[in-house]
């Protein structure tokens, strides 16, 4: 890419703007940062320009290839469906764009290994699945516990997967395609080694779940060196959406996913998690989207004349003539009255 | 500012890059989308240099005010020491250019209302204080419960400010001024009313607070309908960063900041919290973290050759494999062995 | 008392089978071992009468001193209204009965010095006052972490009291004298020092108080060596009953009443508590429980014929058919089926 | 049994008095109202000499069968091995004294099966096997929210039973038979229907378990509806006793064992627990401690003078003066020192 164009922003084709890909293009336009959506495409042209008409420089490509051979495209984010992953994802490597692609990697196991191939022969890692869990922080927080060896040797790992609902055309085998895939990826993520055999036991059905699904299903994992893993989906809650994990070592365990954080019980026999260390971590969330929504409304500003989204100099004063009076307490114990103007006597304030 | 600024990004000048204005520039230039860093200034010339010399198109302006003042910057962050508030923000309401101001507005009352009315006869909100609680999700929950009426009135609130060490040249004074001012704008953000008196009590302190300290410190509020505020603040526990607020309301009362989530207790004798209702609450930031370190990586591979930051191909490939075998146990209900290719069989893979 | 009583039982004369006092003798009847209730006393015989009659051995004595004299009457319960007490334990202590005296000891402090003088001129301690939270597990676990020297010095302590409502009687001073006594106990017994000087806070009342109750109220607290205790008292909260305590001390903080028993907040920055050890504790009250249900029902059986409250030889044997298939599939890995007859084939399983 | 006995004690002979049965003599003799230990059976008889000198009025008895004939026993408690179960359970029929058996009811299921019909020959109900659980405040909890058909249909159930560490003879088939038969009797206590297999899982074994123990085990229960049931069984955590239930069901789900109570997810997408709804439920457990203690401390104070294991007549004075300066500060609204004498000044308080 470009020398000018690295010392700006990445410029990314989202392929497929269904529900998904039309998240990641808010995403990237709205909340990452030093990269913008460049290129639109999905089989939808009207869709398609809608959304790219939203975004500043950002222009419909009408054919898929083309969108990853552009030479204004620096990396290519796949939001399409499964059954076109194959070719796209080949001719990122033809082309040497980087690419983030949605899960499935390609819709069986042969395309799948077709296309590990081809990006090794190739001798450069280009192509990144969106399995998202690796990224999020208790799921982090485990695998670190894990690492760093204080859970022992993990022996047994127990997964919950619930779902509030799932859409009419779910049947039984996208339960284990589109849902116990996160499981798969999150046990070889936790445990480092590869899965060697499955067996999926059917309950008697949940009454509330559509005709023929069979929900939940229960899936065991053996791995290569002998580990257990058990796991619970369940598409038809009709409670709301339960992710859980549970890493049970010879050193203790740790959950995630039980609304308190990680909690992790080891000897000598207690059960807790960790207090946040300082401010940074915990309002490190609060800065980040004090900051973004101060940059999005002073920007809106330049057209309403309201450049702030939060506290404002008024609450600036109230809380320095606060303190004054804290200040004064402070000194004498006694309750001190707030000196203040009121408010409407200034106009405008 | 221009139109095709606008197109792009938001150019902002950062005054004061000491710990939390060079945070804050970490920030705009890595996490924030549609802002970048253009101008750094610093009494201490050589840090700005350094530090803008890390980003794309930053220079550093000598003089806070012509910093301020420069056409091609469009918004102010102001992250100077207190003292020197007074004066940038007037110059930042001279020249219209929004502001955000890191606490304290200025350091005492009287300049603090002065800046209020200059910017009150301006008759254009421009200045935002930064009080980061009020974008918490937790304190953005509270409030929402209380805005919806479903602890009815609230009556009392308590609060702890619990910090493990402060600096050695923190004082008793500074614990109201620099940590209960929190406190204050937390009162004043829930329950929408200003506080009207104030009182300071001193139990006997901390035996590990540095000699003269008074800590831990209860502050009382009064608020203008009557309402009953207390908040302990503390600063040398020694055991990490705690920030608790609890409100009682004539229908029940949520606390957060218990390490669990928001957690309300209202009729009929219940207590909890509210399980995410999908995947988007849930992942949200894992979605977000996934994209903005593969940006990141990609960017960075423009020059190592490495553009993932996360699963690759194989993981695809291995997710595919374990689920055919799941696809073929939800049929058969037995164990299936999974069919994968070694790994080291594919030179690169 | 003679040794044959000491033999078998401690008989107990009750004073006062209101709400309170009949509880107790449920209690003395019920669940306590080595004790039995043998007289009642009441202003009101008729409800002193009926009570007598359902418990075996029991009589009723026509006046409250008569039934404290009486020499088939070891110890004595107090569970009268308040204005009596003090002739009652002056009459206790002058028989050399030992007495537990439900709170108040006496209505006002006069004729509670009274009976302290009168009791330390004995030369014995007799009475015991019902403030039964020392007895409650949490406040117990609670204590014994301070007299560790887990929290360190204790600083500061808040306290929580919320009931759902009050009789239509309860006034604003009964908010002091009947629920906020139970604070004042709990901190003299967790903090082992007297109390120097209280502050009521009135807020603004909770509008679905009954007119002219101050409720809820804020207690303040010194104490001889200058520790902080605040207590919110709210009787009318319309949720449910919440007691909650909390002790911040120098090396932490440690709540109980959270729902999740005690809460412990300690350097390295963890928050947490204790799993149960081993079965003992974790089930000791299901053995108490399983056993007192089990000799409620053998007794009962004598006329019902029915002498089991509980599992029954069929779950023996199903527990055995079912540990049977369990050690052969632990042999083999395989699902074993479990081989039981049909319950129905045996008349009067 | 005669009207005499009816109208004070069960007298019950408890055979074996190793661990198990020596706690159950503690607990009749001191926790359990209306029943005695009034004879003692061990095969080792100065084992059963020594404990029965402990017991006033109870006796040792040499040979069980004789015990379990004694006509001054009316019930018998089981805490022998198991192998003598069958022949003492046959004996208890024989004499038709009602018997609560330590679990196993026998060692084998041909056996077990031989004593459930001996009693329905007998056409009454005489024997109680020891599953405890089904006695626990939070097992009653969560088979009521079933029966009460508040997850609707359980649909799946999962478990986790785990040990820090098992005696030396532990083996493998003993995970099975004493530990996992307490979730084989919690599967049935739950969902009130057969378990009709079950399969063993052995995951690589914990390396700090003893050679050749297969430790932990994940057993897979089907019900006769089809229900699934899997267990985590692992004896040598070197953590602490954990043993966590969850239930599945169509409209939510529930979880005990998390040390926080039980916790449940129903619709509208909500997790937590009940508030305890009065003082009765909150601190039953102190009164019942509080008064257990003093009858204690009582029956011990005939011969050491010290009649009290609580607070005293000084806590109830000093509480006075609290409460006193409380209300004074009601009605003022200012801080009141409170008015007390030194406790130094009365001697023997």
Known sequence: MSNELRSTELRIAVL?????????????????AGARVAVINDYDSS???????????????????????????????????????EKQLLACIEHGKPVMCEKPLTTDVETSLAVVKAEAELGKKLI?????????????QLKALIVAGELGRPLVVHCAHRNPAVPPHFDSAMIVKDSLVHEVDVTR????EEITSVQIIKPSANPAAPQGLADPQIALFSTESGKHVDAE????????????????????????????????????GTWGGQITPSFVERFGQAYDSEIQRWV??????????????????????????????GVKSLESGERVAVDMVQRSSIAGA
Chains 1, 2, 3, 4 share one sequence.
Request: proline share 5%; hydrophobic share 45%; aromatic share 6%.
């Open 233 to 268: 989906v369940f598409v038809t809650t009709g409670v709301a959406y339960e992710v859980r994990t549970e890493v049970v070592g010879e050193l203790g365990s740790a959950m995630i996913g039980l609304d308190v954080g990680l909690v992790r019980k080891t000897a000598p």
């Open 189 to 192: 993520f936790l445990l480092d």
């Open 47 to 85: 869709k398609a320009e809608a959304l790219a008409a939203t975004i500043p420089g950002c222009r419909v490509v009408g054919d898929p290839i083309d969108a990853i051979a552009d030479p204004d495209v620096d990396a290519v984010l796949l939001a399409t469906p499964g059954p076109t992953h």
């Open 16 to 32: 497929g703007v269904g529900m998904m890909g039309a998240d990641h293009v808010r995403r990237i336009t709205g909340a990452i």
């Open 128 to 140: 990144q699945v969106g399995f998202m869990r690796r990224f999020d922080t208790e799921y982090e």
């Open 296 to 325: 999005d409304a002073v920007v809106a500003g330049a057209e309403t004349g309201n450049y702030i989204d939060g506290p404002g100099a008024w609450d600036g004063y109230a809380a320095a003539a606060v303190c004054a009076a």
